[in-house]
C-alpha cells in the first residue's frame, strides 16, 4: 500500500509537470502563431507593394518604348501666362533637354543660333548660354549683353563673380563661368556695339584667359587685336577685376565707381 501511494504521488508530480509543460508549450505555439501571423501580414504588404512597383515598372517601361512620341508631344507645349516662375523654368529645361550640355559652343552639332547648356567640364554644373553661330564664323559664346539700358550693370564683386540677368535678355555670364571656361581650352574675344544710329564697330582679340577668384579674376592672355572699335583693352592687360566693392584698380579712386561700371581697369 506504501508503495502504491508513493506511485500515486509521483505519478501526480509527473501529470503537474506535463500539464506545467503542456501550458508552456501552449504559450510558445500562441506566440508562435502570432509571430506567423505578423510575419505573414508583413509578406503580405511587401507582396502588394511589390505588385504595386511592377506596374509601376511597367508603366515606366511603356513610356519609354514611346519615348519620341511622348518627347514630341512634350515639347509642343508652351509656358502660358499666369505660370508660376518655377513653372516656366521647367518648361525652358525641357526646352534644352537635347542641346547640352557641351563644352563650347563650337561642340554644338546644329550650328544654330541659341540657347545651349554649357559647362568647362565634367566637375562643374552645366548652365544655360546663349551661342552665336552666324556671325565670325561661329562658335563664339555671349558671356554679356545690353541692348536696351534695362538692367542694371552697377553691381557688387558676388555679383559679378556668379552672374547676373537673364540669358534670353541682357545678362553677364559671371567671372568664376568665365575662368572655368577659358582655364581649360583656348578661347578668341569679341566685342560687338553698335550705337541707336546702327554705327556697328567691333573688336577681335586672338587669346582671352582669366584667372581665379584668388588672382581677383585677373586679366591673365590677351592675344593680338583686330577689328574696327579701336583697341581699349590691351591697356588694361595683366590688371585685376574691379567692382564698386572691390578696388583693384592702379588708380587712386575706384575706377569702377568713377566709370559705373565694373571691368578690368589699369587706370580711368
Known sequence: QYKLLEMDFVMKEHSE?????????????GSMLWAISRLDQAVGNNLTALQAQSWKILSRQTICSNHDQMRSELFSLAPRQGLAPNARSLFELQGMRHKGPFESCRDEPSKMSGKYLLRASNDVEPFPAHCEQTKF?????VIQHRFKGALDFFRNWTEYRDGFGNVDQEFWIGLERLHQLTSVKPYQLLIEVEDFAGDYRYARYKEFEIGSEAEMYSLKKLGAYSGTGGDSLTYHKGHKFTTMDRDNDGAPTNCAVTCEGAWWYNNC
Open 137 to 141: 564664323g561661329g562658335g563664339w559664346l
Open 17 to 29: 509537470g506535463i500539464g506545467q509543460n503542456q501550458a508552456h508549450l501552449e504559450k510558445v505555439f
